[in-house]
């Protein structure tokens, strides 16, 4: 019998997060009267995304060991890029180029898998913490984004027809009712975890992050696994800046500042362990859900961005607090169990 | 160009140079076909260092090897995989956070299309896994398992693709229970009958003359001796592993310890091991004022385990400990150490050092406490102290805030004892205080144990060398696989006695011949 409950426990609490976000929903649906409308699904679901997206990328990072700081900065350059080329197209020499939408996005989703492939080969092949080399990127993009015009907004996204380059905003539009973000986001998903749990790269990013050395000595090339994560960290955070411009109707360099934060708290929220090694696509998925939730939950009620700031803090280290509580009680209980019987 | 049907693998005249040693000179070794090659020697005498050339996992500093007539160069395991050479490691190798098939078919996976086949690996697992005698389910995760059982996923790795020629095995049976151990031998003889050339590398002799056909002998990073097991004895094996010089001078006694009080006393302490079974199970031992008390035991036999369980490091532990006549709470490290307890670690680089620090602050690093003034350090007193200490231990040093790696390893261990003896500890714990330092160093390093006992301290000497515990511990407890098998004083302590107690708790029942 009290090994019954032990197991109740257990189940509960490894599936704490999604009960978690389950409560939230609940309690903020009593708390504002208007939260279980549609409208505000619509808008949570389009806020979830954009941490989501974010926290997909960085969970391939995180699961092998590393940390990718500078996914908000690409945010905010990868806007501008996209920005400046619809506003201003493509200038050399005397001659001015326009590209059309399809291609923006294509050579965008470029630039970010390159700051990816740059932070992944300065980590791997310079040996410098990732930490530090991703704080460096950080920095960097955001120079590079405001840069790109002088601190000012590109405000005309939505293209000329003349120019043939129309059809940016759609991605921050609603398609049949759902955000084009929401989309993305779903297929991304899909797309990760079968990456993660259905081809042999999957099983190589949990090798590299579970015991390295032994990953090299299996002939995996570690150095390559680990550079892939950060190319797709980039790939993500490339959607999200296309998305955000989309959405905003306006590229401002700003944007995107301190989502890595988010991405990072999603991704911890949702099990994977900051030591590398284990993590799930499902549970980034509702990590990403509980930190949009509480946002525009907490919003909704009225409660100061102050206030906001500190429960959300307070909640990322409950939840770690949590996850370790359950590591520490599962050896436990092992243990005195083991003790008992002799 | 060297080529001979009966040798897969030949290396001729490998070095291998790290900073500071030479860890191979000169070596030549033949890999016999379908013959399992014994590998012997004493820690450090090279053994898994030239294995580790063979399977690409390091690169020989200078020498060649061949491989069907013609010379080949392993730039990584991959290329050493691709001629048919695969290791088990004596470390295990294994992702913990991984299940057993995904440990098994790591970088061998199989694929349907771009997508991982996973009916395919299961079915593979449990084939492979079924031969060994195993029979654990293919999802369970290897962190979970049994030290024994995740051996056995080692060697089931490497049976995964049909192309092995080499199997390198490095002692792959000090965590095995005996009946797993047959197991291993019964695999080991079908793989010859299939082909496969072994190497065999054990301490434990009685295995080899069991299952070895030629065996090849190291010493200190040089060849020394080989041949067929056959035409040899045991005592052969002995003599060309330790060398002739290595008798101790056994210290005699000043303290009459049969009148001398206990100091320390340890009733029924147990430390399960994560996966099941014990790592300590109903130890009982004491320690009396003035002595030098051995352990003595196997790789794994729970040895070091002891120490932990005194120092605080394993609060999970069970059994009574008595100190100084009253029951005492083992505490955190720092409790332990006030408490009058000090420990030399087995392992001096990791954990006996800091190596950023120089060798003053590595010295005084236990006791930094007792050298303040208010709230501030007092240099001149810590240096004092440590200047002190350097002249009792005579450790060879030219300044005391050169870097410590800048010493030889005999003194950099004395800088490690004098750390423990600086917290002027009741009763010093050493474990394995002799590994990997020059015999003058041994000598030097039992003589201060000696002298320590001789004003007072109470001292526990870990070591795995049958030679050096007897020549320095006034009575040997021995353990094997967590038990306690034996007690030895006076003129029980023999060679005999000791090897035979250190296989007791293995449950074969043998002795080294």
Redesign the interface.
């Known amino acids: 019998m009290k090994k019954d409950n032990n197991q109740l426990v257990m189940t509960l609490l490894k599936g704490r997060t999604f009960i978690v976000l389950i409560l939230l929903v609940i309690f903020f649906s009593f708390a504002s009267s208007s939260f279980l409308s549609l409208n505000t699904l619509t808008m949570v679901a389009k806020h979830v995304a954009l941490y989501g997206i974010l926290a997909l990328g960085m969970t391939f990072v995180i699961i092998t060991g590393g940390i990718d700081l500078s996914v908000g900065s690409v945010v905010g350059l990868v806007g501008m890029l996209a920005g400046g080329l619809i506003q201003e197209g493509f200038t050399f020499g005397d001659k001015t180029l326009y590209f059309t939408v399809p291609a923006i996005i294509v050579l965008m989703l470029c630039v970010g898998c390159l700051i990816g492939w740059i932070n992944g080969i300065i980590i791997t092949k310079l040996n410098v913490a990732a930490f530090i080399t991703t704080l460096g990127t950080m920095y960097i993009c955001r120079g590079l984004a405001n840069l790109r015009s002088n601190g000012a907004t590109f405000a005309s996204i939505g293209g000329f027809e003349g120019l043939g380059n129309v059809g940016l905003k759609a991605l921050g539009a609603d398609w049949l009712g759902i955000p084009a973000g929401v989309y993305v986001f779903a297929i991304l998903s899909f797309m990760a975890a ?1 990456l993660l ?4 790269t ?3 990013f ?2 590299v ?3 390295e ?8 090339k570690s150095d390559q696994v680990k550079i892939w994560a950060y190319i797709i960290s980039g790939f993500c955070a490339a959607w999200i800046g296309l998305i955000n411009t989309a959405q905003l109707s306006a590229a401002h360099p700003a944007s995107g500042d301190g989502w890595e934060m988010n991405a990072i708290a999603a991704t911890v929220l949702g099990g994977t362990s900051m030591s590398g ?2 993590g799930t696509i499902i549970g980034t998925i509702v990590g990403a859900f509980v930190i949009g939730v509480i946002n525009d939950g907490m919003t909704m009620c009225g409660v100061s961005e102050f206030w906001q700031k500190i429960i959300r803090g307070a909640v990322i280290i409950l939840a770690v607090i949590i996850d370790q509580t359950q590591r520490n009680l599962q ?2 209980m ?2 005195q169990a ?2 008992e019987s ?1 | 160009m060297f080529d001979d049907p009966n040798v897969v693998l030949h290396c001729e005249k490998i070095d291998k140079i790290y900073p500071g040693t030479k860890a191979l000179d000169q070596v030549s070794f033949d890999l016999l076909k379908g013959k399992v090659n014994v590998l012997i020697g004493e820690n450090g005498a090279g053994k898994s260092t030239l294995m580790k050339m063979i399977a690409g996992i390091e690169q020989p500093s200078a020498g060649k090897m061949y491989m069907d007539g013609e010379e080949v160069y392993f730039k990584d395991t991959n290329a050493a995989r691709a001629r048919g050479i695969g290791i088990i490691h004596q470390e295990l190798s294994l992702f913990q956070n991984l299940t057993v098939y995904q440990n098994i078919f790591m970088n061998h996976e199989k694929t349907k299309g771009f997508f991982l086949d996973d009916a395919q690996h299961i079915e593979g697992a449990k084939k492979i896994l079924k031969r060994l005698e195993h029979e654990i389910p293919p999802d369970t995760l290897v962190g979970d398992l049994r030290v024994g059982q995740q051996q056995m996923v080692e060697i089931a790795r490497n049976l995964v693709e049909d192309d092995l020629r080499v199997l390198i095995m490095d002692e792959p049976t000090s965590s095995l229970s005996a009946a797993e151990v047959k197991v291993l031998f019964k695999i080991m003889r079908e793989l010859l009958e299939q082909g496969l050339s072994i190497v065999y590398i054990s301490h434990r002799l009685e295995e080899i003359m069991e299952i070895g056909d030629h065996v090849t002998i190291l010493r200190d990073g040089k060849y020394v001796a080989d041949a067929d097991i056959k035409d040899i004895t045991l005592e052969w094996i002995v003599e060309n592993m330790v060398g002739k010089n290595t008798q101790y001078h056994r210290f005699t006694r000043s303290i009459d310890l049969d009148k001398s009080e206990k100091i320390l006393e340890v009733k029924n302490l147990s430390l399960p091991k994560t996966g099941g079974g014990w790592l300590l199970d109903s130890v009982n031992m004491y320690l009396k004022k003035g002595e030098v008390l051995g352990i003595y035991g196997l790789l794994g036999a729970g040895r070091s385990e002891v120490f932990e369980c005194l120092m605080g490091m394993r609060p999970e532990h069970s059994g009574e400990v008595i100190y100084n006549g009253k029951h005492m709470k083992i505490g955190t490290i720092s409790d332990q150490l006030n408490a009058g307890f000090a420990i030399v670690p087995e392992d001096r680089q990791r954990q006996g050092l800091v190596q950023s620090l120089d060798i003053c602050k590595n010295a005084s690093l236990a006791s930094l406490s007792d050298f303040t003034t208010g709230f501030l350090m007092n240099y001149p007193a810590e240096e004092k102290a440590v200047d002190e200490e350097i002249k009792e231990l005579h450790i060879k040093v030219a300044d005391k805030h050169l870097p410590i790696l800048s010493l030889s390893g005999g003194n950099q261990q004395k800088v490690v004892i004098a750390k423990g003896l600086m917290t002027k500890p009741t009763v010093l714990l050493m474990d394995e205080p002799s590994r990997g330092i020059d015999i003058g160093a041994k000598t030097e390093v039992f003589e201060i144990i000696h002298e320590f006992s001789e004003r007072g301290l109470s001292i526990i000497v870990i070591s795995s060398e049958l030679k050096e515990i007897m020549a320095i511990a006034d009575r040997i407890y021995v353990l094997s696989n967590g038990k306690c098998t034996a007690e030895l004083s006076g003129s029980t302590i023999t060679e005999d006695n000791l090897v035979h107690a250190s296989y007791a708790g293995l449950g074969t029942g043998k002795s080294a011949a």
Do not use: D, Q
């Not at chain 1, 749990?197 to 042999?200: A, C, F």
């Not at chain 1, 050395?213 to 995996?220: H, Q, R, V, W």
């Open positions: 079968i749990n259905k081809t042999p999957g099983w190589h949990l090798a992050g579970g015991n050395k032994s990953a090299k000595l299996s002939g995996i090694g284990s050896a436990k092992a243990l083991r003790n002799k």
